[in-house]
């Protein structure tokens, strides 16, 4: 899997709890995407950490390529709802 300096650097410093197999599942079979206007795509999954049991729902984002994972957080406004 492929990943930005940013990313390793940056937001697995801020956020070491996030799984890059939860990225991976994610941008495999994401519940919305949607293209930003700098080029880069934003996918959303629901993912259930280990000790927790509710789901939530983590948007990753990669560059153009749609697999070079950018950044990754826990999108606590994102609705489901809203997006079908």
Sequence with gaps: MKTTRYFEEQVRRKRPYIELEWCAQVIASPIHQEH?????????????????SRPRYLRVVTLEDGETIHNAFFDRGFRKEDHE
């Design 36 to 52: 930003q206007a700098d080029g880069r795509l934003r996918f959303w999954g629901e993912v259930t950490a280990p000790g927790e």
